[in-house]
């Protein structure tokens, strides 16, 4: 049985196909059309997905989309109704856009599908799930258990901020759920919208930026703007927020509360924005755990998934994994709207499957396949496609491929690395990366500003070989999505001078904290990605040689792009990157690329080439 699942229309537009329960293919929309964040239809992502697995559109048995939009358009209205007449604006705003295209969304799918197939058009063939279901699904199904707590956090879906599911074997029933207009998502995305960020983008901004303020607005977050109960339930003040009847996501009593307007983003950031960060980070991290607490407490489950767009954020992960009330953590690599549609293939899968009485598929310990899900391209055609775009390249085996890249890497260089299938998700793990030595102090800053033309506070994460985590990070699990935080060892780190203590802001960014100072954030905390031989062996074997080569098992990787970029798919892709950046070395498959033989005519200026994100 072939599922095709779609979400579209909202942001991270995506299409994923399963095969019997397998995952086949799954990306996103944006990186095909390199508009970040892509909200239209994902027709490139379906092509890709249907060659993927060689079939044309009459193959496929079903096809499901991740929300259900009439459910979605009653919550517009009866919050209007319930609001009014505040928020007309917005509710004028909204309407033609509803009216036009989105009341009837199955029509436009159905004419979407068929502009790429005939038989993909088949109304028959179209379903819809709702939107938490779709995001518990996508974290229950792949994961390693026959059972487990599933909990979803994000903004919002239909109604839905955030839901509880218990999965048993092939079942997976929704059994609580918060609603709109009371969600964590939204109060995180308040903060991120005061603090002079894009909202659905700019979270991961806060989260980084948490760690260089303090805490000092939590009580205030508690005393007027969240109010929680011990088991982690909550109801927002709607008095400070407009995102329920406004075209803004805070209102004038937001401001007086916290003494100061919306930063905007030509700005500077100050202490009082840090210490803003903190404070909601600090709130969202004790509302997950009094959840997690209180669910483990009244389930006695051991295992948790977890999906949503609050499940992107690393720290709250990795205070639940180290708070020992659960076993087993796993968190879905694409946690956000763009996992949303593997979550309704699965959904359909098993829904199908329980009315067929169909043996259940017996679970992998990596179903996700490591996240390697999108699009790989042959050698053949690597080599053609650079010699088109005017590179020039060396084409090596595989050992030269890693006895090079490695010694690059050791040499202090930045390193950009296009191998094998494209992530799945908001993070490069190791096959869309760019990649540089943690030792040095300086890395973290040359990336940022001169490669990834972003914040200098922005932090990098650590790939580190699974079998050598445990000596240099306070974890001893698999980590291999990047979504758990944990502390550098304390051996492995430096004690800080008492005028370095006193440090304030970004003034923290200049201190070495350890071994690994281009990994090492400034509360001495890393976001972890382990390497696993099984799941990505080349990728495995680089770090290795650099370990020969170093004696250090870790390499600093982000993403390969430049902000407001999507991450590189095609190898035109990396190479324009590379040349449009301060890469000094690039490797797409087996062709080997140095920065100071290319023509220079072809360097591009991609310092502004793409909006702020």
Not at 42 to 49: D, E, V
Not at 59 to 79: G, H, N
Not at 476 to 493: E, F, I, N
Request: hydrophobic residues 40%.
């Amino acid at each position: 049985m072939l599922v095709l699942g779609v979400s579209a229309f909202y942001h991270d537009s995506a299409a994923a196909l399963i095969a019997d329960g397998e995952i086949i293919a799954a990306a996103q929309e944006e990186r095909f059309t390199r508009k970040k964040h892509d909200p239209g239809f994902p027709k490139n992502a379906i092509l890709y997905c249907l060659a993927q697995a060689g079939v044309a559109g009459g193959k496929i048995d079903r096809i499901i989309f991740y929300e259900k939009p009439f459910v979605k358009f009653e919550r517009l209205i009866e919050t209007y109704v319930a609001c009014a007449p505040r928020g007309f604006a917005s509710f004028r705003k909204a309407m033609p856009l509803w009216i036009g295209e989105k009341l009837f969304q199955r029509d436009l799918l159905v004419r979407e599908l068929a502009a790429i197939d005939p038989d993909l058009g088949e109304k028959s063939k179209l379903g819809f799930c709702e939107h938490h279901y779709s995001h518990a699904a996508s974290a229950y199904y792949p994961a390693p258990f026959d059972n487990a707590l599933v909990l979803t956090m994000d903004g919002v879906g239909e109604w839905t901020t955030s839901s509880v599911a218990i999965g048993q074997g092939d079942d997976l029933e929704i059994v609580k759920e918060l609603r709109f207009p009371h969600s964590l998502g939204l109060l995180y995305s308040a903060f991120t919208y005061y603090t002079g960020f894009k909202v659905n983008s700019g979270e991961y901004k806060v989260m980084g930026l948490a760690p260089y303020g303090e805490p000092k607005y939590a009580k205030a977050i508690f005393d007027n703007l969240i109010d929680v109960k011990p088991d982690g339930s909550f109801k927002l003040n709607l008095d400070y927020f407009s995102f329920a009847t406004g075209l803004t996501m805070v209102d004038r009593r937001f401001e007086t509360l916290f003494d100061g307007p919306v930063r905007t983003p030509d700005q500077p950031l100050e202490q009082r924005h840090m210490d803003f960060a903190a404070s909601i980070q600090a709130v969202t991290e004790e509302v997950v755990l009094r959840m997690t607490r209180s669910l483990a407490a009244e389930t006695g489950m051991k295992n948790l998934c977890l999906a949503g767009g609050v499940a992107l954020n690393c720290v709250a992960n990795g205070k639940v994994l180290r708070d020992g009330r659960f076993n087993e953590i796993f968190v879905q690599p694409a946690a956000g709207d763009a996992g949303g549609a593997l979550g309704a293939a699965f959904a359909a899968y098993y829904e199908e499957s329980r009315q067929r009485g169909s043996k259940s598929v017996a679970r992998r310990p990596d179903a996700m396949q490591g996240s390697y899900l999108g699009p790989q391209y042959a050698q053949d055609d690597i080599a053609q496609r650079l010699k088109a775009s005017g590179a020039i390249f060396e084409v090596v085996d595989d050992a030269g491929l890693i006895e090079e890249t490695a010694a690059a890497l050791a040499g202090g260089k930045a390193v950009g690395w296009h191998q094998g299938r494209m992530e799945f998700g908001p993070r490069a793990l190791g096959n869309r990366s760019i990649l540089a030595d943690p030792r040095l102090p300086e890395m973290q800053k040359v990336l940022n500003l001169k490669v990834k033309y972003r914040e200098s506070f922005r932090p990098f994460a650590p790939s580190v070989l699974r079998e050598k985590v445990a000596d240099w990070f306070e974890i001893d699990t698999d980590s291999p999505y990047m979504l758990m935080v944990a502390d550098v060892k304390a051996s492995r780190c430096r004690k800080m001078s008492d005028d370095e203590q006193k440090r304030f802001g970004i003034d923290k960014l200049n201190v070495t904290r350890s071994e690994i100072p281009a990994v090492t954030h400034v509360d001495y905390s890393a976001r972890i990605q382990t390497v696993h031989k099984t799941t990505n062996p080349l990728y495995h074997a680089l770090i290795t040689r650099f370990e020969a080569m170093t004696g250090c098992p870790i390499l600093v990787n982000t993403s390969f792009n430049v902000r407001g970029e999507p991450v590189v798919c095609t190898p035109e892709d990396a190479f324009a990157c590379f040349m449009g950046t301060e890469l000094d070395f690039l490797a797409v498959g087996n062709c080997i690329l140095h920065k100071d033989k290319q023509n220079p005519a072809l360097k591009r200026d991609y310092k502004d080439a793409f909006e702020l994100d």
